[in-house]
């Protein structure tokens, strides 16, 4: 367990330094499609560096949808939840050493006024949930029994990448309550007092996502 809550740890700590950081340091040069991209890499990345470890969560919402679907027990679900939410705020922290506003712009979620696309918290409350539930989908089906092996790691990569396009505007994307933590703790202000929407609306997105498989409305049949 101790492997896999570093796994876990590191994992977490990468995604939100490489996600977080293209948006911090390079926003203005790759725009939203290179920070929706390295995202995307970062999970494709750790699925293959430290998927053999953990199976590479490195989102308290996967472990959540896990244990929902039967896949995970509630002692190891809070295990990793715990190495997510360090490992979050260890790569925040770094970002904030690197980056020239300091712990100012951590690339924290929000919405609202003065936040991006100025969505409003409906629009915000009903992406979160709605992509977090499609992202769980797929990772739950494309690592069950009928796995597809080798191309796991690609296809979550290509589906975080792909929410990102959608979503930066409406939330900067969470769908990752860790993510959401990290650089909201350590920023504080607005992105501390708007973090209970990337709790709330990601795990009621990971449960939706994990009862389709629960149910069997999802599982493979052959």
Same mark, same amino acid.
């Given at each position: 367990?101790?492997?896999?809550?570093?796994?876990?740890?590191?994992?977490?700590?990468? %995604?939100?330094?490489?996600?977080?950081?293209?948006?911090?340091?390079?926003?203005?040069?790759?725009?939203?499609?290179?920070?929706?991209?390295?995202?995307?890499?970062?999970?494709?990345?750790?699925?293959?560096?430290?998927?053999?470890?953990?199976?590479?969560?490195?989102?308290?919402?996967?472990?959540?949808?896990?244990?929902?679907?039967?896949?995970?027990?509630?002692?190891?679900?809070?295990?990793?939840?715990?190495?997510?939410?360090?490992?979050?705020?260890?790569?925040?922290?770094?970002?904030?050493?690197?980056?020239?506003?300091?712990?100012?712009?951590?690339?924290?979620?929000?919405?609202?006024?003065?936040?991006?696309?100025?969505?409003?918290?409906?629009?915000?409350?009903?992406?979160?949930?709605?992509?977090?539930?499609?992202?769980?989908?797929?990772?739950?089906?494309?690592?069950?029994?009928?796995?597809?092996?080798?191309?796991?790691?690609?296809?979550?990569?290509?589906?975080?990448?792909?929410?990102?396009?959608?979503?930066?505007?409406?939330?900067?994307?969470? *769908?990752?309550?860790?993510?959401?933590?990290?650089?909201? *703790?350590?920023?504080?202000?607005?992105?501390?007092?708007? %973090?209970?929407?990337?709790?709330?609306?990601?795990?009621?997105?990971?449960?939706?996502?994990?009862? %389709?498989?629960?149910?069997?409305?999802?599982?493979?049949?052959?």
């Amino acid at each position: 367990m101790l492997k896999k809550f570093a796994a876990e740890l590191v994992g977490t700590a990468v %995604l939100v330094l490489f996600g977080c950081g293209a948006a911090v340091l390079g926003g203005e040069n790759v725009g939203q499609l290179g920070i929706a991209l390295a995202f995307g890499f970062a999970i494709v990345a750790m699925a293959y560096g430290i998927g053999p470890v953990s199976g590479c969560h490195v989102n308290p919402a996967v472990s959540l949808a896990a244990f929902v679907a039967g896949r995970m027990s509630a002692k190891d679900m809070a295990l990793y939840w715990v190495a997510q939410f360090i490992g979050a705020v260890v790569g925040a922290a770094i970002l904030g050493l690197i980056a020239k506003t300091g712990f100012a712009n951590l690339g924290q979620n929000g919405w609202g006024p003065g936040y991006l696309g100025e969505y409003g918290q409906t629009a915000a409350l009903s992406f979160e949930i709605v992509f977090t539930a499609i992202f769980v989908v797929v990772i739950l089906g494309v690592t069950g029994e009928k796995a597809h092996g080798p191309f796991a790691g690609v296809a979550i990569g290509i589906t975080l990448a792909v929410i990102h396009i959608v979503g930066i505007q409406v939330t900067g994307v969470s *769908v990752n309550p860790a993510r959401s933590f990290g650089p909201a *703790v350590l920023a504080g202000g607005q992105a501390l007092g708007q %973090l209970w929407l990337f709790f709330v609306a990601p795990a009621i997105g990971a449960i939706i996502g994990a009862l %389709l498989f629960r149910l069997k409305l999802l599982e493979p049949t052959a």
